[in-house]
């Protein structure tokens, strides 16, 4: 996904910039990858928001096609498919961030679900801040990099999908977590 990304993307400019975060990540993990000791789940999840990532960075988030077709299909105002981004964010870094805090941290209990939705929404927030910045470098160009299409709430919004996406991760955690305990075990 990666290569087909890097391949002739819509803009170069802004795949380099939409990279830059992506190659810090995979060399923190692969740098950490024996002190995490994340799950093969976790490392699944993070290769699908890559994957998603990708494409937006491929083809700019504002442009991507499944975006269009959302659009056209949903009769929605702008192309939101970087409002599927990063709820994706939320959905899948929230459970590999439960794992990296029960096992670095020893975080147990309730606070085990409800700290990846403060570290996914942190991250958004952080990742909002650092895009405004960025977005002032190229000046007149600031609404087209941030990707807001009109919207004025536009990095809100996005902390709010990734919040969500968190959120359903953490629910639907718990509740396999409980089903997973409650199944007597048998032996065949």
Sequence with gaps: MFAWSAYAPVDREDWWMENILVFMVLTALVICYRR???????????FCFLCLHEAGAYYTYDDVPFGYWLKDTFHLR???????????????????ARQMLVRLAGIRGLWSYISPISLVLSASAIYEIIEAYVAQLNPG????????QGDVFDSQRDM??????????MALTVIVRRRRDTIPFRED
Excluded: K, Q
């Excluded at 709010?160 to 991760?169: E, K, R, S, V």
């Design 36 to 46: 995490l000791g994340l799950s093969d789940l976790s490392y699944f999840l993070i």
């Design 78 to 96: 702008r192309n939101d498919y970087d409002r599927i981004v990063h709820f994706s964010f939320g959905l899948c870094w929230a459970y590999p």
């Design 141 to 148: 160009e600031e609404e087209r990099y941030v990707g807001m």
């Design 160 to 169: 709010t999908w990734a919040m969500a996406g968190a959120i359903i991760c």
